[in-house]
C-alpha cells in the first residue's frame, strides 16, 4: 500500500503537530495568559524606559544613557532567555515567583535610585551608576526569563490548539504590541501625569496582576497554593504603600537634591521642570541643571538681549528661541520702537507655568502676556525650516549643550537657517556656556557661527550663580557699540560696556573644530570641559 504524501511530509515537519491543532474558541486561561505576554511586554519597555529618563535627568547627556542603558538592559534580557533552559520542572511555580520579582524590583527601582541619588554625595557619582547598572542587568535579566517560560507553559497546557510556529507568532504579535502601546504612552500620558516613580510602580503591580491571575488559573496544579497567595498579598501591598507615598517620597528626595523647598515641579514630554524658592531667591531647573536664580538673573538677561537690541538701534521685529521664561521678552519689551516679538519654545509647559503662576509672573514682568508677542511651541530647528520671515534681533537662549538633541541647535546647519532669517542690518545672539571653564566649547560656536558666513563679536559677563558665563553677536556688518541703553537697567551701563568685550588670556580664542550635525563635536567638549569641575 502506498504513503500518502501529505503524511509524509508531515512526518518530517518538524513544525508539524502529532494531532492537528484545535481552532475551536480559546478558553479564559488561555485568553489571560496571552493577555499575560502583552502586559509582560509592557511592564519590561516601562522599566528600560524608565532607567534610561531617570539616567538623563540626574546624570546628563540622554543620548549615551539611553544607549548604554537600552544596550545593557537587551543584554541581560538575552542572558535571562538563556538561564530559562535551565528550568525544567514547576514551570508555573516559577513563573509566579518570576512576577512577583520582576513587579517589586522593576516597579520599586525608579523610587531605589531617586533616593539613592539623593542620599549620595556628589562625588559618589560613580557609586550611583554601579547601583543604575546593577538594578538595570537584574530587572533585564528577570524579563529576559518571562517570555521563554510563558511560551514553555502555553505549548504545554494548549498543546492541542498551537502547532509550535503558530505559538510563536501569537506570543511575539503580543509582545511587540504591548510594547508599541508604551512606548508612545510613556512619553505622552504616563511620565507627564503619573511621573517616572509612579510609573514604575503602576508597571510593578501589572507584573503581579499578572501573578496573581497565573496563581488562579493554575490553583490545581501548585503545590503550595496559600504560600504563593501570600507572597502576592505581600507584594500588592509593598507596591501600593509605596504607591500611595511616592508624592512624599520624590518632595522628600528632590527637595533634599536641590536644598531648598520646591515650589513647582512637573515632568513634561521634553524636561523636568523644578522652581525651587529659598531665602536667596527662586531657581528653576531642568533636568536638574540650574537655568536661572532670582537674585541675579537680570546680569544674565541684560546681557544677552541689550548688546544686539542697543547696537541694532532700530529694531521692529525680534525672534527669540528657548527662553521659555519670559525674562529675554521682559528685555527686549524694554524698546519701545519693538512692533513684534515672536517666542518659539519648544515645551507648552514652561510658557503655561511663567504666564501663569503668580510669582514668576513678577519675574518676568508678565511679559507673556504682552499684545506684542507671539508664542509658539514647537522646535526651533523644524520651526525655522518650515517658516519664513526675517528678523531686525534673533536672541538664541537656549540649555547648554548636554546631548546630541540640544547639540543640533548649535551645528552649522542651525546657525545657516539664523542667518537666512537675519535681516542685513540685523543682529543674532547666542548664550554660550563659560568661556572660563569650557573655552574651547566657547570658541566652538563662535567658529561654527563664522563657517556659515556670520561675522562673530564675542563678550562674556560675570553672573554669581554661573560664573564667567559667554555671549557671541552674529551679523552680516561689524558690530558697532551703542551708544544709549534703555532706562532702568540694573547690571549693563554706557560706560561698562566696552569691558565685556575684553578678554584676558586665560579666555582668549582656541582653534576649535566647526560643529556639524555630523559629528557634534560641541557635544563631547563640553561633556569633557565641564566633568572636569563636577570630578
Known sequence: MSQDPTAAAAAHDPDHDDAAPDRGRASLPEVLLLASVFVIAACGLVYELAAGALASYLLGDSVLQFSTIIGAYLFAMG?????????????VAHFLRLEL???????????????????LPPSQVAGFRVLLYGLVLLVGTLVGLEIPLVMRILKRHFRQRYALKELVSQVLTFDYLGALLVAVAFPLLLVPNLGLVRTGLFFGL??????????WIFRAELRTWRSHALTCAVSI??????????????TWAEDRFY????????????????VTQGAGGTRLFLNGNLQFHSRDEYRYHEALVHPAMAGHGAARR??????????AVREILKYPGVEQVTLVELDPHMTTLFAQAPMLRALNADALHSPKLRIVNADAFAWLEQNPGAFDVIVIDFPDPTNFSIGKLYTSAFYRLVDQH??????????TTSPLIARRSYWTVATTLESVGLQVTPYHAHVPSFGEWGFILASRRPYRMPTQLPAGLRFLG???LPALFDFPPDMARVPTEVNRLSNQVLVQTFEEEWGKVHQ
Open 79 to 91: 542572558v535571562g532567555s538563556w538561564l530559562s533552559r535551565y528550568i525544567d520542572r514547576q514551570l
Open 259 to 274: 536644598g531648598e523647598q520646591i515650589v513647582f515641579k512637573e515632568s513634561s514630554s521634553y524636561q523636568r521642570i523644578v
Open 318 to 327: 525680534v525672534l527669540v528661541l528657548g527662553g521659555g521664561d519670559g525674562m
Open 422 to 431: 537675519l535681516n542685513a542690518a540685523g543682529y543674532a545672539v547666542v548664550q
Open 494 to 496: 554706557i560706560p561698562g
Open 101 to 119: 520579582l520582576v513587579g517589586v524590583v522593576g516597579g520599586l527601582m525608579p523610587a531605589a535610585l531617586f533616593t539613592a541619588h539623593s542620599l
Open 237 to 250: 501591598a509593598l507596591l501600593t504603600a509605596a504607591m500611595i507615598g511616592a508624592d512624599r517620597l520624590s
Open 206 to 215: 501589572l507584573n503581579v496582576a499578572v501573578a496573581v491571575w497565573a496563581l
